[in-house]
């Protein structure tokens, strides 16, 4: 049947644009690797053809032997790969080619420093797939038909990779894809029967689906790779090699993983799990919507990427396959919400991840703290979404601490608690938005004098962590920034007879002051943690602390609003000339500034910043005169 074309040019997104100059350049050094993406996207799409004709096996159009194929034609100078799998719609091809649909695409870019080397890693961890076909090739052709479609909804796509693209109706007589390098001058080496097939078995040995070629000087073609789950072979047949192009493929990263687990786990299920901690997180990391971390198969047969109830949120970072020998073929999401071999063979796979991870941190501090650096902070969210394994998760957990005085987080709860004074019974912490508020509040004053060690928590979801962790091997954790300070037998008799002594002798100071600031705060009292400040600010022990309250509010939640309280340390020579100035003019603008630099110091933004500038400016032109 005849069709009339149709065809219209349409223009690369502009990340792709850029994508696409930055990539031929940086990965040029390994530019073998455009076969190992197309081949890994073509096996993605018989998978999925596989998995939709579960429903409907008339998309098979009576072809159900799923192959992919690679050729090349010299005297064209062409390389040709195609598949018999799910295939584009017109619009699936507009969509997925000359698009990038991936959160994080503004960080990519922006992370990027111009160094080939170092952009070759974070072009291979953003993942570029089809794109790498303009490595090689200086015109792109893709023919594809979907399953389902007739032969008249055929399209054509090309580029030349320079800024647009064609789009063209056609037909296909065949469902799936072909693609058609038309390769720069100079890229000769593809066009030899060696150098394709020593490709195709160095990266895509371990794809299921059987890779064809034609026999050098023969019509018939014969199946390059071993075409078999490599995760089905005893593990003393598979090298380490073979084991991080496995990961390349499932994860379409370009960089080898930080490490793997492959089990085989028999008894009431049956089951194997072959999964992979990345080495550098993924751009989407953050994106807690987009899982694309874990495939499952049941007997070898492709059922569903992203299959996110294999595996909770906080460890979305991880990549593999689970293969089940129990589930059924027609497995729905529906079905694997309710399933109890799923729930199995899910806490089966946190087992495994948080054991390596376990083994990691016991055997190669180095190794862990490079993989603490890319994922901790999301691990950290374990400590609230899986309470059976929090304790386990806990001993994962690092922090920065005054011990070092170093932002990098190395410091375990175990580290805490075996250098724990004698007689300290709670773990301390404080939270702050940033490192270094956190390392300068004046909360810490006493804690430094007395040489007691406090984490440093500065991490968004730290406030989510420790309201999930109340304790740590029977030692109560505790912010030094809320509720009074209760040292215990770390505090002296003669430290507790002094601040008894200093709050008689201030106790009128402290009701003027609190009259002075009215309901800006709920309570104001002597201290005696501050040995430098003049005064800080403190959560009651039952309120939120003001960091998680300023965060609530940043995104548009609503916050309780509980009031703060004012402590002062009536050793300071500020306070002292407070209480000198009680009863007189300026009093009321004393206690505000009081206030306000407390404020200030505790990471916190003030009501009325033109309010404390006017009344600052005036006290010191006042003690000028």
Not at 75 to 85: C, F, L, P, Q, Y
Not at 129 to 145: N, P
Not at 519 to 535: G, H, N, W
Request: aromatic fraction near 8%.
């Amino acid at each position: 049947m005849n069709v009339e074309a149709h065809k219209e040019q349409l223009g690369f997104q502009a990340e792709v644009a850029q994508l696409l100059k930055l990539m031929i350049h940086s990965l040029y050094s390994n530019k073998e690797i455009f076969l190992r993406e197309l081949v890994s996207n073509a096996s993605d799409a018989c998978d999925k053809l596989r998995f939709e004709a579960l429903s409907d096996d008339a998309l098979f159009e009576g072809d159900s032997e799923l192959k992919i194929r690679v050729a090349f034609d010299k005297e064209a100078r062409t390389v040709t790969i195609s598949d018999n799998g799910i295939g584009m719609s017109r619009q699936e091809v507009i969509d997925n080619v000359g698009t990038i649909a991936k959160s994080g695409t503004r960080e990519f870019f922006s992370a990027l420093t111009g160094d080939q080397a170092k952009d070759a890693h974070l072009i291979g961890q953003f993942g570029v797939g089809f794109y790498s076909a303009f490595i090689v090739a200086d015109k792109v052709s893709l023919t594809t038909r979907r399953a389902g479609l007739t032969a008249e909804h055929g399209v054509r796509w090309e580029s030349a990779g320079e800024g647009d693209f064609s789009v063209e109706t056609v037909e296909k007589a065949a469902r799936g894809t072909e693609i058609v390098l038309h390769l720069r001058e100079g890229e000769d080496e593809f066009l030899g029967d060696w150098r394709l097939r020593s490709i195709i078995r160095k990266y895509s040995d371990h794809i299921t689906l059987p890779i064809l070629m034609k026999a050098e000087g023969k019509d018939e073609e014969e199946t390059v790779n071993q075409a078999n789950a490599l995760w089905t072979r005893p593990k003393s047949e598979i090298s380490a090699e073979q084991y991080d192009e496995f990961y390349k493929h499932v994860a379409h990263d370009f960089e080898p993983p930080m490490l793997h687990v492959h089990s085989r786990v028999e008894g009431k299920q049956e089951y194997t799990q072959l999964l992979y901690i990345p080495s550098r997180a993924p751009f989407d990391l953050w994106d807690r919507e987009r899982r694309h971390g874990i495939k499952l198969y049941v007997r070898r047969v492709f059922i569903m990427d992203d299959a996110d109830q294999l595996m909770p949120s906080y460890l979305r970072f991880v990549r593999g396959v689970i293969d089940s020998a129990d589930l059924p073929l027609n497995v729905s999401r529906e079905i694997l919400q309710a399933s109890r071999e799923i729930d199995t063979i899910r806490a089966g796979s946190v087992k495994k991840i948080l054991g390596a991870l376990d083994d990691l941190a016991a055997n190669d501090a180095e190794k862990y703290a490079g993989f603490w650096k890319e994922f901790g902070v999301v691990l950290k969210e374990g400590v609230g979404e899986d309470h059976a394994n929090r304790e386990r998760i806990a001993k994962l957990l690092r922090f920065a601490s005054t011990q070092a005085d170093s932002e990098e987080q190395s410091v375990s709860l175990a580290d805490y608690v075996g250098r724990m004074k004698e007689g300290q019974d709670k773990i301390y912490y404080i939270t702050a938005e940033s490192f270094a508020t956190a390392k300068n509040s004046p909360h810490l004053e006493v804690f430094r004098k007395k040489g007691v060690e406090v984490l440093l928590l500065s991490d968004r979801v730290d406030e989510w962590m420790v309201s999930n962790l109340p304790e740590f091997e029977g030692k109560t954790l505790q912010s030094v920034a809320k509720g009074e300070l209760d040292l215990g037998a770390l505090e002296d008799e003669a430290e507790k007879q002094a601040q008894e002594k200093e709050s008689d002798e201030y106790k009128e100071l402290v009701g003027q002051i609190k009259a002075a600031l009215g309901e800006r705060v709920k309570e104001v009292r002597v201290t005696l943690r501050l040995t430098d400040s003049a005064a800080c600010i403190v959560a009651d022990a039952g309120d939120l602390s003001a960091n998680l309250e300023r965060m609530l509010k940043a995104a548009g939640q609503k916050a309780p609003g509980a009031k703060p309280i004012l402590e002062i340390n009536p050793r300071h020579p500020l306070v002292q000339k407070l209480k000198a100035e009680a009863g007189k003019e300026r009093f009321g603008d004393w206690s505000s500034i009081l206030f306000d630099q407390a404020q200030l110091a505790d990471g916190a933004q003030l009501e009325d910043p033109v309010g404390f500038v006017h009344r600052l400016n005036s006290l010191m032109l006042a003690l000028s005169q």
